[in-house]
């Protein structure tokens, strides 16, 4: 680790040009909506590379995103508007970013974390092999924190599921199956009632219950986006509520506002 200081009804769905009519998004709505926000950011051309991660710095609401196989900086800076601020300057070699991830110490000070090579976290407790039983994994690919709970949810990818566990101690407490493809990322909305789970063999951002109730994770919505644009890993606004898409097919990173449903009089 190197430390760095579619608007909808039910069950409709519309069209939007991103990526200069190059690339298209569905959005489907059950009961969690979103819409594209198609100004961020400003200039789409600084994806020239696929897109692995993206981070939100909670404190500002400024977008990190990491890309890769480029000669320039790894890591980009855009302002929340989408204004690109500068490439990050990083002391050592970062080659091959997979993730961004903000930390925030017991003064409140956050700082920026990439993955890269090595450990820099105490390990607290550890659980599990290679393999696809009940306290197994085959490329464990993203883990969230409940802002309810405090539990820990892991996309568990090649088993094609989620796994929740207890904070404290490696103590499974349920794991339900994710349709239509191999949960990447998973992250929490900013109020914590559903899951934005990234599916790249399918191209979709799904949004998923907090809820387990069942041995198949109950699907709220989906953001459907065009073929080979692959979604690897998203990150939440927890102020504003927006999700930001990492994307390694078509280079790109997506923002997705949530959509304010109004009441209707008389009904």
């Not at 198609?38 to 995103?65: C, R």
């Not at 290679?130 to 085959?138: A, K, P, V």
């Not at 802002?147 to 349920?174: C, E, H, I, S, Y």
């Not at 927006?242 to 009904?267: L, N, T, W």
Request: glycine share 8%.
């Amino acid at each position: 680790m190197h430390e760095m200081s579619g608007k909808l009804s039910t069950s409709s769905y519309f069209f939007l040009l991103v990526h200069l009519g190059v690339h298209i998004s569905k959005v489907f709505a059950e009961t969690i909506e979103y819409r594209l926000d198609d100004s961020w950011p400003k200039d789409k051309s600084l994806f020239s590379a696929p897109i692995f991660s993206v981070a939100v710095n909670q404190d500002n609401g400024d977008v990190y995103v990491a890309k890769r196989n480029t000669k320039d900086s790894n890591i980009l800076h855009f302002l929340k508007d989408g204004e690109f601020k500068r490439f990050l300057q990083v002391e050592g070699t970062l080659e091959q970013v997979h993730g961004l991830t903000f930390h925030t110490d017991l003064q409140g000070k956050q700082s920026l974390w990439a993955t890269d090579v090595g450990n820099a976290f105490q390990d607290l407790w550890s659980v599990g092999k290679e393999g696809s039983g009940e306290y197994e994994f085959h490329i464990p690919h993203s883990v969230a924190v409940s802002p309810r709970t405090g539990n820990v949810w892991v996309a568990d990818r090649m088993n094609n599921r989620l796994l929740v566990f207890d904070q404290k101690k490696p103590t499974l407490l349920a794991s339900c199956s994710m349709q239509g493809g191999q949960p990447y990322s998973v992250r929490f909305s900013a109020d914590g009632s559903h899951l934005i789970i990234a599916q790249l063999s399918n191209d979709t951002v799904t949004f998923v219950s907090s809820v387990i109730d069942s041995s198949v994770c109950r699907t709220l919505g989906f953001v459907q986006l065009a073929k080979t644009v692959k979604p690897h890993l998203v990150d939440v606004d927890l102020k504003s509520g927006a999700f930001y898409v990492g994307e390694i097919g078509i280079p790109g990173c997506q923002r997705f506002v949530p959509v304010q449903k109004r009441k209707i009089s008389g009904m």
